[in-house]
């Protein structure tokens, strides 16, 4: 059956926080300081890691990877959420709305791949610490970085053209300030059986996959720590990883809340969905700067230097 293209919306319709229309320009002011958050808390690490030689090693261009990926992802959302709660623009054209859903799935299993790789890192760190730099060499870590970006972009580039063959019939009311995935799929009049298949296939196998790889990671850890003699050195070896597990909590169990509300939150209010898709989108990227300014002694101290170093020049 061919469908004609006139079945294709040529906009979509945002809706901001349901309910709260009136106030979108008071939460705007929030999401403003989200925003300078996110952006001025990763950008510091990531010039902290390139303009310091010793923290060119694999734990912290990996940290670096994860700043970019968090910075990818909040960019992707900045044009509609702002546009919505500043300027009252809730519309954005079919293409700009894929291109966006391509965009932040892209970078959000990007986050998910470096995680993991962060963990691979944690173990290797404390299981062969002797031969940690020969494993984890700089080719090495940096081709991991190249397959992560390719691997996301490959998976989710059929997303778009998938949607695309089905006709929505009118339908183009989507419930967030951005352009989800599990939201588009709802709207085409279609059957969507392929959608729905790869989309699963694509969940299992990156954060699905990424996940359980995590647990498996940390359960290897926690082995390793346990036949580590001294508790000094116990204690050291599981402070290396605090950081991290406070960047995995704070990415996964937001993303698994969503996922729970889409599938089967069917009577869930309006505005609780958008919180969660919020806290899916912008808790991580906003505490890990943080987390790993707080915990982490070298980019702490990084972070010092830049400082001291300008009010020198003051």
Not at 13 to 26: D, K, M, N, R, Y
Not at 98 to 115: D, G, K, N, R
Not at 145 to 157: E, R
Not at 239 to 248: F, R, W
């Amino acid at each position: 059956m061919k469908i004609s293209l006139e079945f294709l919306p040529t906009m979509f319709i945002l809706v901001g926080i349901p309910g709260l229309e009136a106030e979108h320009i008071w939460i705007s002011i929030p999401f403003c300081l989200m925003y300078i958050i996110i952006f001025l808390g990763n950008g510091t690490i990531l010039h902290v890691i390139r303009t310091d030689a010793a923290l060119h090693q694999p734990m912290y261009l990996f940290l670096a990877m994860l700043a970019l990926a968090e910075v990818g992802v909040s960019a992707s959302t900045l044009p509609t959420v702002l546009g919505i709660f500043l300027f009252g623009t809730n519309e954005i054209s079919f293409d700009a709305c894929l291109l966006q859903m391509f965009s932040i799935h892209s970078f959000s299993i990007m986050e998910s791949a470096v995680l993991l790789a962060m963990s691979v890192d944690r173990f290797v760190a404390i299981y062969s610490p002797l031969r940690y730099t020969a494993i984890l060499t700089l080719p090495r870590v940096l081709g991991t970085g190249v397959i992560i970006g390719l691997k996301s972009i490959m998976l989710m580039a059929p997303l778009p053209m998938l949607l695309r063959r089905l006709p929505f019939c009118g339908h183009n009311a989507l419930s967030h300030s951005y352009c989800l995935h599990p939201n588009l799929i709802h709207l085409p009049c279609e059957d969507i059986s392929i959608n729905n298949i790869y989309g699963l296939f694509i969940v299992t196998s990156t954060f699905g996959l990424d996940s359980l790889l995590i647990v498996i990671s940390y359960g290897c850890i926690l082995h390793t720590v346990l036949h580590i003699a001294t508790g000094q050195g116990r204690k050291k070896a599981l402070n290396t990883c605090g950081s991290h597990i406070c960047a995995v909590l704070t990415y996964y169990v937001p993303m698994i809340g969503l996922s729970l509300v889409h599938r089967f939150g069917h009577h869930v209010s309006p505005l609780l969905r958008a919180m969660m898709a919020s806290a899916y989108l912008f808790f991580s990227p906003l505490v890990n700067p943080i987390v790993y300014s707080i915990k982490t002694k070298e980019i702490r101290h990084g972070i010092a230097r830049i400082l001291s170093e300008k009010r020198t020049r003051v």
